[in-house]
């Protein structure tokens, strides 16, 4: 499926032109690039930590106010667009997909963060105390890894991101045990990556569970006790948020998000979205697209 809103590439943001990775204070990163503030999406994962400033941002139509000691994570298609106020600084990283797959033995490693897993909700974190002086420090150090040899730059940016990654992961799962048995449940990140691949010609949970080698009521029964959801509505979820990020390019018709998404009825189409969300596809369009 081609993308219908903007994707940015790494070399396009890099004053290197490197593909794989690139890292800058966010004053720097802002006033070279202003032009992002309107819904695009990356084709890399994308990190950004504030030190200071105000406003808003939006990530797959979730809304944060931006705060000091913020940091959020984002994955690669993810749609996102901010409004700040004042004076906005911090650290900006951004790597490819596969940036770490020739340095880590498992190459699923990064799913196993919790801020990884394409859930706005969960992408987004402020930090507290000891941990956003620790991550301050890291980002430092990644700002002046470019001076090192060219043969060993790349393998320490990897190591000081890991040791990121890990200090928050530990800060914002701290006494949520639960929580993270949850995000650990492998065969459901397994069904969510799946569904992330294929919900646009897979719809049926017993068709997810074939590829799962389990069975559908087995599949059920995990998403009802670690998600709180049915298999099938987690389905529902990821298709209802790829018509929110088609609907906001104005360069396509409701007929042709439809299309494209292989609802082969209109009337089917605004139905399915108008039940799930309460709004039609045309007042999503009117309320989200200025």
Not at 40 to 45: A, D, K, L
Not at 69 to 83: C, E, K, L, N
Not at 127 to 155: C, K, M, W
């Amino acid at each position: 499926m081609n993308p219908t809103i903007p994707k940015v590439d790494i070399c396009t943001l890099s004053e290197n032109r490197e593909e794989d990775i690139m890292i800058s204070r966010f004053s720097d990163y802002l006033s070279r690039h202003s032009n992002l503030i309107a819904p695009h999406r990356h084709s890399f994962y994308h990190l950004l930590f504030f030190t200071q400033g105000g406003g808003k941002h939006t990530i797959d139509f979730h809304h944060f106010d931006v705060k000091p000691f913020q940091i959020y994570f984002m994955t690669p298609g993810q749609v996102h667009s901010w409004d700040f106020e004042g004076v906005v600084d911090g650290y900006v990283v951004n790597f490819s997909e596969s940036f770490f797959h020739s340095f880590l033995l498992k190459q699923d490693y990064l799913d196993s963060f919790i801020f990884f897993r394409t859930e706005a909700q969960k992408s987004v974190w402020n930090l507290e105390g000891n941990t956003r002086e620790a991550v301050s420090g890291l980002f430092e150090r990644l700002i002046q890894v470019p001076a090192l040899s060219p043969d060993y730059r790349h393998d320490m940016i990897r190591a000081i991101l890991l040791q990121v990654f890990i200090m928050v992961q530990n800060s914002v799962t701290a006494g949520e045990h639960g929580a993270v048995n949850t995000a650990g449940n492998a065969l459901l990140r397994k069904y969510q990556k799946l569904i992330d691949s294929h919900f646009v010609t897979l719809r049926l949970p017993s068709e997810y569970a074939a590829l799962l080698h389990v069975t559908p009521n087995h599949l059920n029964a995990l998403c009802n006790e670690h998600l709180g959801a049915q298999a099938g509505q987690l389905i529902r979820d990821r298709m209802v948020l790829e018509i929110k990020r088609q609907l906001v390019n104005l360069n396509l018709s409701v007929s042709e998000i439809a299309y494209r998404l292989d609802f082969k009825d209109n009337s089917y189409f605004s139905r399915f979205f108008r039940k799930e969300t309460g709004l039609s596809p045309e007042a999503f369009r009117k309320k989200y697209v200025r």
